[in-house]
C-alpha cells in the first residue's frame, strides 16, 4: 500500500522491476519512443531522471504487464474485487464491515477524507510550461498529458460522494491554446464529465475541473474502472490503495493532497477550440476537432513530483495491461450485468471497441427441432447497450453445447463459429449508429454501424485450409493468401470513392460467382496488402476491424434480401484503407535512431532486453 507514487517507484526498484535513466532525454518524441521499445519487449517500468526543459521527473510502463501491475496491488486487489463483485450494492460492504470481515476492509479506510490546517503543504504552485510536455507521435498536435485523473462535481449537487473521476485525454500546448491559460480537455457528452458540464451549461456556471497527475497507482486505475452504480471512483481509489482518498478544496477547486501534480480550471459553457490530432488506442491519429476548452486558475506541484505518462497507438501498447488488470476486477461482473452470459472479450489487437467475441447461453426451444440463434440476439442487444461495449461495431457471439469455448483462444473461436455459420440466416446489421469517437470508419464522428454474427447448431463445414481455386487469377484482384481456417485475404485495386468501390466488390462477387460454390471459405478479406493481412493474427484482426464499417464493407457473394434481412453465399468485407480514414501511426525513423544511444554498453537501459 503506497502513500505516493515515488513509494511504489523504490518498491518496484527492489523488486528488480524499475530503471532508472540517468542521461538527459528529449519529451520531444524521444522518451515516447523508448517507452514504446522497452515495453513491446516486456520490460521494466522506466523512470527518466533527467527530462530536456523541465526540472520535474517522468516515470512510465508502471503497469507495463498484468504481473507488475498485480504485484503493485498485491495487498488489495482480492478486496476491490470482493467489493465489486457486490455489484447490486456496492457500499453494503462499507456500512457494516463487520459482516464483511473477510475481505479485510472497513469504511475508514475507503471512504475519502476531507482534510484541514495547513492544506497545501508540499506544494508549489508551478505554470504549465514547467511540466515536462511530452510529445509522443511526429503528428501530434502538441503535448498530452496521457494519464489523467480529471475530476468534476455535480453542480446541482455538489461535493466529493457526487463527483465524477476520469481519464479524458488532456492537451496542454500547440493548435490554438495559450501556453499556461488553456488546455483542451477530450471527452464526450455522455461521459460523466460531460454530463455535469451540462447541467453546468444549463445553470448559466462554468465547470469546475481539477486534473490530478499521479499519486499512488490506485488513483490513476479508479480513474478508467467501469464500476457499479453506488461505488465512486474516489472510494474506489481509497479502497485499492489501502488509504482514503485525501483532499481538501482551495480557491472553491478540489485538490488530490496525494497527487504529485495539480491543474485546476474552468471549461465555460460553449467554449471550445480544435483539439488533436493525436495518437489514438486504436493505432491512427485522432484528427482535430473542437472540445472544450478550460481556462487554467492554478497549477500546482510537490517539490519532488513525478509525472506519470504512457504512449497510446497500435495494440499491444500499456493499456493492454490496463485492460488486463481490469477484466482481472471485474471479468464476473458482465455475467451478473448481462444474464445469460458466459464471457465477453473486447479484441485486443482490434483496438478494443471495433471488435467483441461473446460466449452466451441458448435456452430457448423452438417449435421445429432446429438449432439457431434466438436467446443469442437478445445477449447481443443486452452486450451492444452496456457501457463501453455499445462502442463495438463487430460482435461475434455463440453458444457452448457439446464442447467448451474460450474467446481468448482466438482462432479456436472464430473457427468454431465460422463451421456454423449460417450466412443466409446468422448477420444481422445496425445502420446509422454509434461507435467510438477516435474510430474514423464510419461515415462521421462517432457515427458509424455495427453487425452481430450469431452462429450456434451443428457444424455446416469443414473450413478451407489453402487459397481455395476460386479465389487464384482473379482479374483486378491478386495474391489472395491464408489467414486461418475459412478465412482468405485478396488485394483489391485502388479506388476514390465508396460508389467505385461498390462497382469493384459486385465484380469481384459476380467473378467468384461464376466459378462455382466456395462453401468452405464463409470470410474474405479484400485488404490493400494480403501479406501484411495474413502475416499475423494480430495484423488480421487490426487492419479488417479498425478499417471497415459493417453497413458499408460487408458485401456477399450471391447476396440478396429477404423481408429486409441480408444473406449472401460468401461474406466479403473491405478492409482497405478509405479517403476518409485517419492516418496510421508511424514512428520517425531519426527518432529511433537517436534512442540507441541509451542502449549500448554502459548506459542506462544497456542491460534491457529489446529487439
Known amino acids: ?58 516515470v512510465s510502463n508502471l503497469f507495463g504487464n498484468l504481473e507488475r501491475s498485480k504485484f503493485i496491488f498485491r495487498n488489495t486487489l482480492d478486496a476491490a474485487k470482493d467489493v465489486i463483485a457486490l455489484r447490486n450494492d456496492p457500499m453494503k460492504i462499507l456500512k457494516n464491515p463487520f459482516k464483511y470481515f473477510s475481505t479485510g476492509l472497513a469504511a475508514s479506510k ?6 484541514a ?65 488553456e488546455v483542451g480537455l477530450h471527452y464526450q457528452i455522455h461521459r460523466g464529465i460531460g454530463v455535469h458540464q451540462e447541467k453546468a451549461n444549463k445553470l448559466g456556471v462554468p465547470l469546475k475541473v481539477s486534473i490530478f497527475i499521479g499519486g499512488p497507482p490506485a488513483h490513476t486505475l479508479a480513474a478508467i474502472m467501469p464500476l457499479p452504480e453506488g461505488l465512486s471512483e474516489m472510494t474506489f481509489a481509497g479502497l485499492l490503495s489501502g488509504r482514503n482518498f485525501r483532499y481538501c478544496y482551495v480557491d472553491g477547486y478540489c485538490i488530490s493532497l496525494d497527487a504529485d501534480f495539480v491543474i485546476t480550471g474552468e471549461v465555460y459553457p460553449g467554449e471550445t477550440k480544435p483539439e488533436g490530432p493525436f495518437g489514438d488506442h486504436i493505432g491512427y491519429y485522432s484528427l482535430i476537432h473542437d472540445f472544450p476548452l478550460m481556462r487554467v486558475h492554478k497549477v500546482f506541484a510537490k517539490s519532488n513530483g513525478i509525472w506519470p505518462f504512457t504512449v ?39 483496438g478494443v471497441h471495433p471488435l467483441l467475441f461473446a460466449i452466451g447461453s441458448e435456452r430457448y426451444t423452438p417449435y421445429q427441432n432446429v438449432k439457431q440463434p434466438a436467446e443469442l440476439l437478445t445477449i447481443a442487444n443486452r452486450i451492444l447497450g452496456t457501457g463501453q461495449l455499445s462502442l463495438a461495431k463487430y460482435l461475434f457471439i455463440t453458444a457452448e453445447e457439446n464442447q467448451p469455448l474460450d474467446t481468448h483462444k482466438e482462432i479456436e473461436f472464430l473457427t468454431y463459429i465460422l463451421e456454423r455459420i449460417d450466412l443466409q440466416r446468422d448477420i444481422h446489421f445496425q445502420t446509422n449508429t454509434t461507435i ?37 487469377g482473379l482479374r483486378d484482384f491478386r495474391n489472395p493468401r491464408f489467414v486461418m481456417p475459412g478465412i482468405i485475404a485478396i488485394e483489391g485495386p485502388a479506388f476514390s470513392s465508396y460508389q467505385q468501390a461498390e462497382k469493384q466488390l459486385d465484380e469481384l462477387c459476380s467473378a467468384i460467382q461464376t466459378r462455382g460454390t466456395m462453401s468452405t471459405c464463409p470470410m474474405i478479406i479484400l485488404c490493400d496488402d494480403s501479406s501484411f493481412m495474413s502475416g499475423s493474427l494480430q495484423n488480421f484482426f487490426w487492419a479488417t476491424f479498425t478499417r471497415s464499417n459493417p453497413s458499408h464493407d460487408i458485401y456477399g457473394v450471391n447476396s440478396y434480401y429477404e423481408n429486409k434481412h441480408w444473406a449472401c453465399d460468401n461474406m466479403i468485407i473491405d478492409a482497405r484503407s478509405k479517403p476518409h480514414h485517419a492516418p496510421p501511426l508511424i514512428p520517425d525513423p531519426s527518432v529511433e535512431k537517436k534512442i540507441e544511444r541509451l542502449f549500448v554498453k554502459g548506459a542506462s537501459l544497456s542491460k534491457v532486453k529489446v529487439n
Not at 521499445?37 to 517500468?45: H, L
Not at 475507503?110 to 482534510?115: M, V
Not at 455446416?460 to 476460386?470: A, D, G, I, M, T
Request: net charge negative; hydrophobic share 35%.
Open 110 to 115: 475507503a471512504l475519502p477524507l476531507k482534510k
Open 117 to 181: 490546517g495547513n492544506k497545501l503543504a508540499g506544494f508549489q504552485e508551478i505554470q504549465i510550461s514547467d511540466l515536462p510536455l511530452i510529445h509522443h507521435w511526429p503528428d501530434d498536435g502538441g503535448a498530452f498529458i496521457t494519464l489523467p485523473q480529471v475530476y468534476s462535481e455535480d453542480p446541482e449537487k455538489p461535493g466529493i460522494m457526487n463527483s465524477n473521476l476520469g481519464m479524458y485525454r488532456v492537451q496542454l500546448s500547440g493548435n490554438d491554446y495559450k501556453m499556461n491559460k
Open 312 to 350: 497510446v497507438g497500435r495494440p499491444p501498447q500499456e493499456d493492454t495491461a490496463f485492460g488486463d488488470l481490469i477484466h482481472e476486477l471485474t471479468g464476473h461482473a458482465v455475467k451478473q450485468e448481462i444474464p445469460g452470459v458466459k464471457e465477453v472479450h473486447a479484441v485486443d489487437a482490434a
Open 436 to 472: 467510438d469517437t477516435l474510430d474514423y470508419s464510419g461515415t462521421g464522428l462517432n457515427t458509424g454501424s455495427k453487425v452481430v454474427i450469431a452462429a450456434y447448431g451443428d457444424s455446416k463445414r469443414n473450413l478451407c485450409q489453402e487459397v481455395p481455386e476460386q479465389l487464384k
Open 1 to 58: 500500500m503506497y502513500h505516493n507514487l515515488e513509494e511504489c517507484i523504490l518498491d518496484l526498484e527492489k523488486a528488480g522491476q524499475l530503471v532508472r535513466i540517468h542521461e538527459e532525454v528529449d519529451p520531444n518524441l524521444e522518451m515516447a519512443a523508448i517507452h514504446m521499445r522497452v515495453n513491446a519487449a516486456g520490460g521494466p517500468a522506466l523512470l527518466f531522471e533527467n527530462v530536456k526543459g523541465s526540472k520535474f521527473r517522468a
